[in-house]
Antibody
Framework: QVQLQESGPGLVKPSQTLSLTCTVS??????????WSWIRQHPGKGLEWIGY???????YYNPSLKSRVTISVDTSKNQFSLKLTSVTAADTAVYYC????????????WGQGTLVPVSS | YELTQPLSVSVALGQTARITCGGN??????VHWYQQRPGQAPVLVIY???SRPSGIPERFSGSTSGNTATLTISRAQAGDEADYYC????????FGGGTKLTVL
């Protein structure tokens, strides 16, 4: 059973960089066949896809966030990470990592999510 | 690309709920559906229009036609109360705004 767990700072100040890591267990990122995604949900709102990465390092980002987002992978640790620069209060959200079954396809395993407030 | 869902749908206990997702030519895209209970992560309930992941009851089914995709929940139970989201890929992964299902 694949499991994902987000980790990172619980609070980020405006203009700084939000950094989160997702640790995958029960499956290997380097085995291929899946894309590893980040999704966020603003408080009381719907889901917003941020982007994904393949084990090779190839990435694809939501055009609306592309200028501020970097997703990277560390196959030796079975982790992938999210960096979002120049954050504002509008980036306050629950951030989820998830496994994408086929590159823009369905998200079949999700982490529990982590709330990241942006506040001074 | 935009996906349009009703804000809320109500269904009587034991009856059938239908949640729609509208999008241009959505019938020619792969549509996926998620259930999200309060305070929890989303759970995939339907993928590629009609397929159910293991562990999802047969009461959940999906269909698409033209500009509308539909998630159908038969014999609705109290535990089905949740927000439901549709998702497609169109140059980027896109989610609908979500529908709150209330079981009366």
């Amino acid at each position: 059973q694949v499991q994902l767990q987000e980790s990172g700072p619980g609070l980020v100040k405006p203009s700084q960089t939000l950094s989160l890591t997702c640790t995958v267990s029960g499956g290997s990122i380097s085995s291929g066949g899946y894309y590893w995604s980040w999704i966020r949900q603003h408080p009381g709102k719907g889901l917003e896809w941020i982007g994904y990465i393949y084990h090779s390092g190839s990435t694809y980002y939501n055009p609306s966030l592309k200028s501020r987002v970097t997703i990277s992978v560390d196959t030796s640790k079975n982790q992938f990470s999210l960096k979002l620069t120049s954050v504002t209060a509008a980036d306050t959200a629950v951030y989820y990592c998830a496994r994408d079954g086929g590159g823009g396809g369905y998200l079949d395993y999700w982490g529990q999510g982590t709330l990241v407030p942006v506040s001074s | 690309y935009e996906l349009t869902q009703p804000l809320s749908v109500s269904v009587a206990l034991g009856q059938t709920a239908r949640i729609t997702c509208g999008g241009n030519d959505i019938g020619n895209k792969n549509v996926h559906w998620y259930q999200q209970r309060p305070g929890q992560a989303p759970v995939l309930v339907i993928y590629r229009d009609t397929s159910r992941p293991s562990g999802i009851p047969e009461r959940f089914s999906g269909s698409t036609s033209g500009n509308t995709a539909t998630l159908t929940i038969s014999r609705a139970q109290a535990g089905d109360e949740a927000d439901y989201y549709c998702q497609v890929w169109d140059s980027s992964s896109v989610f609908g705004g979500g529908t709150k299902l209330t079981v009366l």
